[in-house]
């Protein structure tokens, strides 16, 4: 299973931006996607994740500029971050887990896509 992210660039703050991330490969089902970033000198951190039953969660500093949705039957997720602040550049990096055919689970990310939110 492979995820393919993109979307990342360069904004103003209060810019916007929309990060997307397509998976392929041998999948059954899909549990759950999540969005995750990493400032330079920080541990990567949750930012947003979905279900399948829709259940987002978020984390506090994001919540309220932040969507994250997902297309099952595309195997794609999306974060739009609106409201950009400085402190939300980092790579982001999608995450998605679930089932193989033949009953195997995977947990995989994707390749990492830079924000930057700069004046």
């Known amino acids: 299973v492979q995820l393919q992210a993109s979307g990342g660039g360069s904004v103003q703050p209060g810019g916007s931006l929309r990060l997307s991330c397509v998976a392929s490969?041998?999948?059954?089902?899909?549990?759950?996607v999540g969005w995750y970033r990493q400032a330079p000198g920080t541990q990567r951190g949750m930012v947003a994740a979905?279900?399948?039953?829709?259940?987002?969660r978020y984390v506090d500093s994001v919540k309220g500029r932040f969507t994250v949705s997902s297309d099952i039957a595309k195997k794609m997720t999306t974060l739009q971050m609106n409201n950009l602040k400085p402190e939300d550049t980092a790579v982001y990096y999608c995450?998605?887990?679930?089932?193989?055919?033949?009953?195997?689970?995977?947990?995989?990310w994707g390749q990492g896509t830079l924000v930057t939110v700069s004046s």
């Open positions: 995450n998605v887990n679930g089932w193989r055919t033949g009953g195997n689970w995977f947990d995989v």
């Open positions: 490969g041998n999948i059954f089902s899909i549990s759950a």
């Open positions: 979905i279900t399948t039953e829709g259940r987002t």
